[in-house]
């Protein structure tokens, strides 16, 4: 699990990496401690290039949702993670910070969701609308402040990468902890 994530570069990553940056920096300002759940990853380091201390996760946050507190930070990425978690619920509950920054794959009508059957790590088991994202982050205590979406075209031939260069692919948020909803202390 805690093993780093170093994907084959490609064109299409490469703007999805540019694209995160860029919202994250357009209101957090490093220095900074952040913590980025999963393992380490390119898109850390780039995060880490700008100032920032970043930490990851090490564990299966679906079985050890908790293992997230006891970090002291400015702030949590998630990016391209909750999507692979069967309970992303109990990991935004358990945050340690009071703002989150995340980006989801939204689902597109045109294609199953991703899964490589080699590895178990790399398969999504939710692909969201942006309303079904908005709607787990508010029940988990959050609240949307900003939100962005953009393409994916993969510079493919074909039907499918025609449909990627205008339907939106990635859905980006910056959410902040909502004290004010009922019920979310812990008791």
Do not use: C
């Amino acid at each position: 699990m805690s093993e780093p994530y170093r994907p084959r570069p490609t064109r299409a990553l490469e703007n999805r990496y540019s694209r995160t940056l860029a919202f994250l920096l357009e209101t957090a300002v490093p220095p900074g401690q952040v913590l980025d759940l999963g393992a380490p990853n390119p898109l850390a380091d780039r995060v880490a290039g700008q100032g920032f201390v970043v930490h990851h996760t090490d564990k299966d946050l679906d079985l050890h949702p908790h293992s997230v507190k006891g970090h002291e930070v400015d702030f949590v990425t998630a990016f391209e993670i909750l999507e692979h978690l069967v309970a992303p619920y109990n990991v935004l509950r358990a945050l340690p910070a009071d703002r989150l920054f995340a980006t989801v794959p939204l689902r597109l009508w045109f294609a199953s969701a991703y899964r490589n059957p080699t590895d178990e790590w790399d398969r999504h088991y939710h692909e969201f609308e942006d309303w079904q994202f908005d709607w787990l982050l508010q029940k988990a205590g959050w609240t949307v402040v900003r939100r962005q979406k953009w393409t994916s075209p993969t510079g493919q031939l074909g039907f499918r990468p025609l449909l990627r260069r205008f339907a939106n692919r990635y859905y980006a948020v910056e959410a902040v902890r909502d004290h004010t909803t009922s019920g979310l202390d812990e008791k």
